[in-house]
């Protein structure tokens, strides 16, 4: 919390800009981002978030107004996001592995007064003609830097209203698509910063820490981080996407002592790192790999020691934590002392421990509501509580247990997939009458898309003709790995019976089960 003093000492909670304006008074010279060859410590990072501020409120920015970021990691994207938070703007980084269709869709529907872009071969200027299009990798004229510079006070005079601060948006991040479309998650400034400042606790961020951005900034569970950092003094350090080569460089080169590393990328720095060419000893983090874990620090944080827990993008990170409290029977821990979580019936009654229900949660961390999407938002806080759509169950000691989506859910290692949104793009194709998609074992990526296709009477069609009909609409990941033909579904009252769909064509090891792959 912080005074207002033109309020008669009216508490409020911290902002992002209090936290970047303690750091520049108290921390001035300490390095505050890194990012290939730039570098800015926190003052010089204060006064670039300024410059910012003032060319997107010259664009037209103001309070409410959306700024969409197209590209990869990088510390403009975070200046960006500052920026927005000072104007009371709302900051959305897109995902860029989404194909053409569902960036042109996502930016429409966003009606965006700024766009924050570089090439990368899915989206141009052209698909919002409204917004002004700022290039951020380039030294042209009216590309990023440029505009900066040219500038003529740091200061814009713009603020933010002070009024409405605990419900006001600064991030949209859109989530899978449940429905065929992914939907706009508006999350809140005051909540985001409660949640950092958990994180940074068990994370035992401080000046001294130095966090390394390469999980997609798209997702929460890396903003998290990089906010955590911001909020505890640290250094933030950027690169593009994940490279296993890139990470082991900059981890050397910076000592990084965090990073968002999954076990796909652990072990290809595992093989690339064998001969111990890159110190990796900085890091404290774990991963469960034996090799990788044994490169980095034998120091370990309550997170690094016990990560995980239970959370989504609508509930702006985690609602339980493992790390908290004493090793907890639930395998997603105990609830944050942010959230009120509970399992529930139907009816919104709560089951008795041990059942299975949905999980429900109030917190300030929830989403305030998701963008131009009015009943799916009234369907999501029904009642009062954010209903998350997964299954669990409270455990005797109060913790919590992950059983499940409601809806089914193929996880391809930290990308979720929701077969109702291939199964709808299959659809569109003239040689389709019906399809399923399932989930198929995987021991580096969890799982893999399969889908079950019926083909149109006298069709003639090829299973690798349907994957590129898919590759063409959707994000690469999202594809099928595999299609099989059939002369129909199995159903179960009338719907898609995908329990035998997973049966007879060797679907599983979804979340929250435990799956033996075959040898």
């Known amino acids: 919390m912080v005074l207002d003093g033109g309020n008669r000492g009216r508490a409020r909670r911290l902002a992002l800009g209090d936290a970047l304006a303690q750091h520049a008074r108290a921390l001035p010279d300490h390095t ?42 990088c510390h403009r994207l975070f200046e960006c996001l500052l920026a927005c938070a000072r104007l009371g703007a709302i900051f959305s980084p897109l995902n860029w592995r989404w194909g053409t269709e569902e960036l042109s869709s996502a930016i429409a529907d966003a009606a965006p007064r700024v766009v924050v872009w570089q ?42 209203p002070e009024d409405g601060f605990e419900h ?72 593009p996407k994940v490279d296993a080569a890139e990470v082991c460089a900059v981890v050397a080169a910076e000592r990084c002592t965090g990073a968002y590393v999954l076990r796909p990328t652990a072990e290809e720095i595992v093989a690339l790192n064998r ?17 990788f874990d044994a490169m980095t620090s034998a120091e370990t944080t309550r997170w690094s020691a016990r990560p995980g827990g239970y959370g989504q993008t609508e509930a702006g990170g985690l609602l339980t934590y493992r ?10 821990g105990w609830p944050s002392p942010l959230a009120h979580v509970r399992v529930v019936d139907p009816d ?39 209903h998350t759509r997964d299954l ?71 299973p690798d003709e349907l994957v590129e009909h898919c590759r063409a609409h959707l994000a690469s990941y999202k594809k099928p790995r595999e299609v099989v033909f059939a002369d129909a579904l199995p159903r179960r009252d009338g719907r898609v019976d995908y329990d035998r769909l997973d049966a007879d064509h060797g679907g599983g090891n979804y979340p929250g089960s435990v799956t033996d792959y075959p040898s």
């Open 275 to 291: 001969d111990g060419r890159f110190d990796l000893s900085s890091l404290r983090v774990r991963t469960g790999l034996a090799a």
């Open 32 to 73: 505050a981002v890194v990012c290939g060859a730039h570098r800015a410590t926190y003052r010089e990072l204060a006064g670039r978030v300024d410059r910012v501020a003032a060319v997107l409120h010259a664009a037209g920015v103001e309070r409410g107004e959306r700024v969409l970021w197209l590209g990869y990691n």
């Open 348 to 386: 919104l009654r709560d089951v008795a421990p041990g059942e299975t229900g949905e999980i429900v949660a109030r917190s300030p961390t929830v989403m305030l509501a998701y963008w131009n999407r009015p009943e799916l938002t009234a369907e999501r806080q029904a009642g009062g509580w954010h």
């Open 168 to 239: 006001r948006p600064v991030l949209m991040f859109h989530t899978a698509a449940f429905g065929g479309r992914p939907s706009g998650a508006l999350l809140p400034e005051a909540g985001l910063l409660q949640q950092a400042a958990i994180m940074g606790l068990l994370e035992e961020a401080s000046p001294a820490s130095t966090y390394l951005n390469c999980g997609p900034l798209f997702h929460i569970a890396t903003m998290t981080m990089t906010l955590a950092t911001l909020v505890a003094g640290g250094c933030n350090v950027f690169v």
């Open 323 to 332: 790390a908290l409290g004493p090793p907890p029977i639930g395998s997603h």
């Open 392 to 462: 669990g169950r409270i455990e005797a000691d109060g913790s919590l247990t992950f059983v499940g989506p409601m809806s089914r859910i193929v996880k391809s290692a930290s990308e979720n997939v929701y077969p109702a949104e291939v199964e709808a793009c299959l659809a569109t194709h003239p040689a389709v009458a019906e399809v399923a998609v399932i989930g198929v074992p995987d021991p580096v990526w969890t799982q893999r898309v399969k889908a079950v296709v019926v083909r149109e009477p006298g069709a003639d069609v090829t």
């Open 119 to 160: 090439p990368l071969g899915v989206a141009s200027p052209g698909e919002q003609r409204d917004a002004v299009w700022i290039r951020h990798d380039t030294e042209d004229a009216d590309g990023y830097e440029a505009r900066l510079a040219a500038v003529a006070s740091s200061d814009s005079g713009a603020r933010a």
